[in-house]
């Protein structure tokens, strides 16, 4: 999404001139819902003002009656929770929702449960002695076996009978339409499998920007092309675009989420592009947008507030207090992106929804996490129920907030308020997610263009970011897709990229690339030589700081690998290690990074007969 305020709104750049023709999800504000009432509150005030002639009993009541019918206006203004609406299915539709029902409750079953289960038995007394009353009977043999069948089998059989049912010629559709059945081995999902950090060594790649969509022959298959060379420059997670059907172009701004024929390839190119990459080693995040949906019918007002496809939801999944799409929903637990209908999250159908679908996306295109599009607009708690369904191997927010700012408009040096309000989301979260390290971008900025490495050490003498407060949850970044690229919201210092990445690929968190700069050779073959020292010192996303000189033009620091020591300098000042015992890794323009020994093996003890020797 954009990164500014600015570029958030209809009219504030390409997102907004990204909507088709003749479907914008962003309608003139409608006229409030109580307009109905009005004529009947008019009529009401005029026959009390008509009626002191005929007495005050009249008066009086007409009176009441306005009272009445303004009461009843307000009535349209109470947002309570709405219960699912039920939709007429056909027998087919009706089955399968049945299904899913099964398989819902099925995937909360425990292993003992599932033992049961699998033998036919119930702990119920009255039910083991009927079984065991008939225990010798051919009813009862058929019964144990028909339950004795594995329920993996079954699904396979299911998905093959529907995958040998091919399509028309011409016609799109899922590669496997069969209902997203979870095998009961997998038994329940809990926060135990959740790793938000992947290994702690991960190195990430934005594996697009905001023109990819445009690639001749296809984005996906343009990076499954290149699998080979991103494994081989270092990278062990790589993040993709947007990848459901959209109305604009670069993803965005999703309608029919089963639909996973998007502008950077089809559903088949997706599903190779990341098979291709996991076989290279290499991690998977599907770019999720789950804080708004365009809708694909309008109301009888004219408002696109309608779902078709597998997700049939009405205004009941939209917020309340959405100002243009007329939503039925509870009011927003964040922001509102005013572009397109926010969704209510708190609706039991929606959560559930949405959960069943990410947790499909893991099995059928094989995401081995997310990348989650503006968290700012729906409560960090609802995030954690996402986590929790589908869990990820990786996470990673976008939780775009404001730094603080003097009155000349430059940076405060104490970043803190700013850093709290991310590690307020992650906490939201369940620490099932870590997020962008805006704090840390925006402090490199002022560091870069203003010559004021100072900066880069807080009051407590820790890197200032998100990265200084909770490592584990930071991931840096220089660049993306919105601060760059071709919309340029806040880019950054062009003559100090090598610097920035000499200091977040020596420093704790997960580093993010940018898929812009691998297309500058110089730049792409000192990525991968940092990424090199990084590795074979063993840097995490834990690895301590110690911050050995943050002046006005250098700043210096040594990080604790898991291997060995690393040494960084950056700034055109001058520093040079103390000691014999550190060696130059590598360097270029204002920077430089040393690399210390690593710990000698100890020597194994001479055999007897030798020293006695």
């Known amino acids: 999404m954009a990164a500014s305020a600015v570029a958030r709104t209809p009219a504030g750049g390409r997102l907004g001139a990204g909507l088709r023709k003749g479907h914008s999800q962003q309608q003139r504000p409608s006229r409030p819902a109580s307009h109905r009432t009005h004529a009947e509150r008019r009529n009401a005030v005029e026959q009390a003002k008509t009626g002191g002639a005929a007495g005050a009993v009249d008066g009086a009541a007409a009176l009441a009656s306005a009272r009445r019918a303004a009461e009843k206006s307000l009535e349209l203004y109470e ?62 043999a058929s019964r144990d076996k028909l339950l004795q069948l594995s329920v993996d089998h079954l699904v396979r059989e299911l998905q093959q009978q529907h ?4 399509p028309a010629a011409g016609e799109k559709r899922n590669i496997v339409p069969a209902p997203s059945l979870m095998p009961l081995v997998r038994g329940p999902q809990d926060k135990g499998k959740v790793t938000a950090e992947g290994t702690g060594e ?54 029919d989420l089963y639909n996973l024929n998007s502008k950077y390839g089809t559903e088949e190119e997706l599903v190779a592009c990341v098979r291709e990459l996991q076989a290279h080693g ?25 779902y078709g496809g597998r997700m049939a939801w009405d205004q009941r999944a939209i917020v309340g207090d959405d100002p243009n ?13 005013s572009a397109a209908p926010n969704i209510d999250h708190s609706q039991e159908f929606v959560k559930r929804d949405l959960q069943e679908w990410l947790t499909f996306l893991r099995g059928h295109v094989g995401f081995d996490g997310w990348r989650l599009d503006f968290v700012k607009g729906f409560h960090g708690s609802h995030v954690k129920d996402y986590m929790e369904a589908s869990t990820p191997q990786f996470a990673v927010g976008e939780y775009w907030d404001a730094l603080s700012y003097d009155w000349d408009g430059t940076p405060t040096h104490n970043q803190d308020a700013h850093r709290q309000r991310i590690v307020n989301w992650i906490n939201a979260a369940g620490g099932l997610s870590t997020a962008f390290d ?52 806040w880019r950054f210092p062009g003559h100090a990229v090598e610097q920035g990445y000499a200091y977040i690929l020596t420093h704790p968190g997960t580093p993010c690339v940018f898929w812009d700069h691998l297309c500058d050779q110089r730049a792409k073959d000192m990525v991968a030589r940092l990424v090199a020292v990084r590795k074979r010192a063993g840097i995490h996303c834990r690895s301590e700081v110690k911050i050995l000189k943050a002046d006005r033009d250098v700043y210096a620091a040594e990080i604790e690998g898991r291997h060995s020591k690393l040494l960084m300098k950056i700034g055109p000042g001058d520093f040079h290690p103390g000691g014999s015992s550190w060696s130059i890794a590598d360097c270029g ?17 001479a055999p007897a007969a030798a020293a006695a020797q």
């Open 79 to 140: 947002y309570t929770k709405v219960e699912e609406p039920v939709p007429e299915l056909d027998e087919v539709e009706s089955l399968r929702a049945r299904l899913e029902a099964v398989a819902r409750e099925l995937g909360s079953a425990n292993e003992e449960q599932y033992a049961r289960l699998a033998r036919g038995r119930s702990t119920h007394p009255s039910h083991s002695a009927s079984t065991h009353h008939h225990s010798n009977g051919n009813g009862a």
């Open 163 to 166: 995958v040998a049912q091919q």
């Open 202 to 255: 991960e190195v990430m790649l934005q594996g697009f920007n905001w023109d990819s969509w445009k690639q001749h022959g296809g984005w996906f298959n343009h990076v499954k092309a290149r699998a080979a060379e991103i494994a081989d420059l270092g990278f062990t997670v790589i993040w993709l675009p947007p990848f459901t059907q959209s109305v604009s172009n670069e993803g965005y701004m999703p309608g």
């Open 282 to 306: 290499i991690k998977v995040l599907g770019d999720a947008v789950l804080n708004h949906r365009c809708a694909q019918h309008q109301d009888e007002h004219g408002v696109w507030n309608k």
């Open 325 to 337: 799409f007329r939503g039925r929903g509870n009011r927003s637990s964040g922001d509102i992106f």
């Open 438 to 489: 805006i704090t840390t971008k925006g402090i490199l900025h002022a560091v870069f263009e203003r010559c004021e490495y100072w900066r880069l050490r807080d009051n407590s003498a820790k890197p200032p970011g998100l990265m200084g407060w909770w490592p584990s949850r930071s991931v840096t970044f220089l660049e993306n897709h919105d601060t760059g690229s071709s919309q340029g919201h």
């Open 589 to 605: 323009h204002n920077w430089g990074v040393w690399e210390a020994p690593k710990p000698a093996a100890p020597k194994a003890a």
